[in-house]
């Protein structure tokens, strides 16, 4: 079978950062997400007979180097699962351009997961596979459901309590997100790198652990409650607490550029003039702005006159993975 998904990129308001386990990619803390409506990933896999080896074809671009690597180790999991010992022909394209630092992996191995699985003939449930989209990347796991998310730490060992679980579909709450985009460029220091060097070297690392679950169990909450104002500042202090923690380590990584700081400063300075808005920074420079639906279109103008701020998208809550094709 010749499969085809679709998944969106999704933003964390409670941040994951570091491992508990790193050969299963098993968090050390949980965390809160929204799926992005519109920032999608969709990905083709076929197991085919006759291939020496997986083939990755990524925005048009044939990959050989450690992209296809990732993308083998994570297909060797399905073929282990479902028995499969073909080799694959995967062909994935982002609807977002990738040079602009807000390539996901939470998009690409959720997409990946659905597609393969199905492909191999695995028919996963929604759990299973978030737990499987896990392997190829901790966000990812939370991608594969719509709307607010949670990802658990989990306890097992095994990793199967580590995964994602809706906390409320996308309808819930109309909120929007504002992304100031502030370089082209691609980041240099990949999460998976910077966390692993926040574990072993911070000594904020232990702090940010012990202190996950207040911040979960309050943005979820929060949440629920809809309070904006509660989501807000959670979002914000989650962001600062996980780039502390980065910026903390031996050696330190700033993931911001002197546009994301701006960008910080104006928004708030917005709040002192009334306008809620928030921001939250992954693992790079871009800087996502947490708005309402009324105060959308004149934060995407203020942010626009920002210098240094090449361009700004506009986002909503979105889906879950979707297969969308699928043909002998
Ligand atoms: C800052 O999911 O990219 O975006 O599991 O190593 O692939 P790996 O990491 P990844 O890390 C995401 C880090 C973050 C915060 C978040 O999305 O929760």
Known sequence: M????????????????GKRNSDLNLPAVGSISVTLEGLSTQTTTRFETGLQNDRLLLNGK??????LVRITRFLDIIRNTSGVSLKASVES??????AAGLASSASAFAALAASASKAAGLNLSDAQLSELARRGSGSAA??????YVVMHRG????????????????????IRLCIAITTEKAKTINSTVGMTQS???SVYYPAW????????AEMRSALLAKDFQKVGELSEYSCLKMHALAMSGRPGVVYWNGTSVEVMHAVQSLRQTGIPAYFTIDAGPQVKVL???EDENRIKVMLQEIPGVLRVLKTRPGDGVQIIEATE
Request: a negative charge.
């Open 93 to 98: 394209n982002n609807n977002f351009p990738t």
């Open 209 to 216: 652990v012990d202190t996950a679950e207040t911040d979960l």
């Open 142 to 147: 939370r991608s594969v459901f719509g709307g």
């Open 291 to 293: 708005c309402l639906p």
């Open 62 to 67: 044939k990959e050989s180097g450690p992209a």
């Open 155 to 174: 306890e097992r060992p095994d990793g199967s309590d580590s995964i994602a679980e809706p906390l409320a579909e996308k309808n819930f709450w109309d």
């Open 199 to 201: 574990k072993a070297s």
């Open 2 to 17: 010749r499969i085809t998904a679709k998944a969106n990129s999704n933003i964390a308001l409670i941040k994951y950062w």
